[in-house]
């Protein structure tokens, strides 16, 4: 038999080593078997490695003793000469993991499945990234329109960047952190998500030597599922750009401690606090709250912050009584405990009287939309409750162009029929009128027809674009009235 046909026999070969059902998966490297033979006894997939234009280098997945976790750990190798893409494109190189129609139903999220993937990581102290993508992570649907990735955890030259990719195959950045925090440093990643339009999706990175929070991202309504998606996998590794070479240089990336569940299964042996919990919602109030704040796992310590400051084990204010909420005030609070790991951050914002004192309402000159039903996107800025822009479907979006840039602080939106259904939607911005960055992302209240306030940190952009995820009766995206405030 030829060696081709025993790689292509393997991972169905050892299939009846993966245990069938709901329990989860844990890939961890050790000294017992090789790298490939580890991943494809978890996974029962097929390893997408260079190795085919890169022989005389052996595996690019390896396994080696580290000196930081105290154990064996996955390491993946590019070299910028000659790794490409599995010597089907050489633009690229990659060298991922991941879960695909041989790996079990367990491992695979089909519409409405919420999945958990935990993992942990490390760059290198001098680790280089392309200016266009080096991807360390990937949430990609499988089936129909399924040439994009759905999310992306991308280093791209000084950044880190969690991504969306929609329907259009347009880009989001949902969330970024400076590339620095991670060199040199293993870190902890939490993800879980729910597969559908909208569905769901959460990513918290922490950093192990300290439990500081490097980046996290939460969103209850988010496009996680594609027309004609069969189910929704994930992807590690190293996926990195070659148009320009002069950035690169050989890497190494170490990964290791991977687990997959599905549904109500955990991760066993994840050993983490139990994020804090806040007394009173976040959202908005009339008059100052007091909120309290708890953690379930017993003896552990709350420490919190305000603004936009990101607590840590050693970072931010030990909980001890409740705190006073007087102002509009972003809350954010991690729970630690020794010998365990911290806690998932858990942030808010309180919005208390009225956000918008002080700010200018913001003039849009020109009002466009991603489709409409004949009522138009100009209705939103007519001073008319009684008319308004709507489309429907999961995605579409109506945009306004402020013609400069300016300091936008926060966006009030009244919706058709808002006091009977709930509205889902982002707030996204932009100077380009490219690429956005999501900096709201919730539901309206369901109980006004009325004008409603959205805040958020200040920041620059000469478009603003809400991204409609449809409302708690369909699918349309209707809103009557708009209004823009910040700093000329």
Excluded at 10 to 29: C, E, F, M, N, R
Excluded at 334 to 363: D, E, F, R, V, Y
Aim: hydrophobic share 35%.
């Amino acid at each position: 038999m030829k060696l081709s046909a025993v790689r292509k026999l393997l991972p169905l070969a050892l299939l009846g080593t993966i245990p069938l059902g709901h329990a989860s998966t844990t890939l961890s490297a050790d000294s017992v078997s090789d790298a490939y033979s580890n991943i494809r006894n978890k996974l029962g997939s097929t390893i997408e490695a260079p190795d085919c234009a890169h022989p005389e280098f052996g595996p690019h997945i390896t396994q080696e003793q580290d000196a930081t976790l105290g154990k064996q750990v996955f390491v993946f190798h590019a070299h910028v000469k000659p790794d490409n893409d599995r010597c089907l494109k050489s633009d690229r190189q990659r060298n991922e993991i991941k879960v695909d129609a041989q790996s079990p139903a367990a491992q695979r999220a089909v519409q409405g499945d919420r999945m958990t993937y935990n993992w942990k990581f490390k760059l290198d102290s001098g680790f280089q990234a392309s200016p266009d993508f080096t991807h360390l992570h990937q949430v990609k649907p499988v089936g129909g329109d399924d040439d994009m990735p759905l999310i992306t955890l991308i280093a791209r030259k000084d950044s880190m960047e969690l991504t969306q990719y929609n329907y259009s195959n347009s880009r989001t950045i949902l969330r970024s952190a400076p590339l620095s925090a991670f060199r040199g440093e293993w870190v902890d990643v939490r993800s879980t998500l729910t597969a559908g339009r909208p569905g769901t999706y959460s990513m918290t990175i922490t950093r192990v030597r300290d439990g500081a929070v490097l980046l996290t991202y939460s969103s209850g309504s988010i496009d996680m599922w594609r027309s004609g998606t069969t189910y929704v996998r994930p992807k590690w590794g190293i996926y990195r750009s070659l148009n320009n070479p002069s950035y690169l240089r050989d890497e190494k990336v170490r990964f290791d401690q991977f687990c997959i569940a599905k549904g109500s299964d955990t991760c066993a042996g994840a050993n983490q606090v139990a994020a804090p919990s806040f007394s009173v919602a976040p959202g908005a109030y009339a008059q100052p709250q007091t909120v309290a704040l708890k953690t379930t796992t017993a003896d552990a310590t709350i420490r919190y912050t305000t603004g936009d400051a990101i607590p840590s084990c050693s970072a931010g204010t030990v909980y001890s009584s409740p705190v006073p909420i007087n102002a509009t005030t972003r809350l954010s609070a991690i729970a630690c405990k020794s010998g365990m790991a911290a806690s998932a951050p858990a942030s808010g914002t309180w919005t208390i009287g009225s956000s918008s004192a002080g700010k200018l309402s913001l003039m849009a000159t020109t009002v466009t939309a991603s489709a409409h039903d004949g009522n138009v996107p100009a209705n939103t800025v007519d001073g008319n409750l009684g008319t308004r822009w709507s489309a429907q479907g999961d995605g579409q979006w109506i945009q306004y162009d402020l013609q400069a840039q300016k300091m936008v602080s926060l966006v009030k939106l009244a919706w058709h029929n808002g006091s009977s259904r709930k509205s889902r939607f982002e707030i996204q911005v932009s100077n380009d009128g490219k690429v956005f960055t999501t900096v709201f992302s919730g539901t309206s209240s369901g109980t006004t027809a009325a004008a409603e306030t959205y805040d958020f940190t200040d920041v620059p952009a000469r478009f603003v674009r809400v991204l409609g995820h449809g409302n708690s009766a369909n699918l349309w995206n209707s809103i009557t009235e708009t209004q823009v405030h910040g700093l000329n």
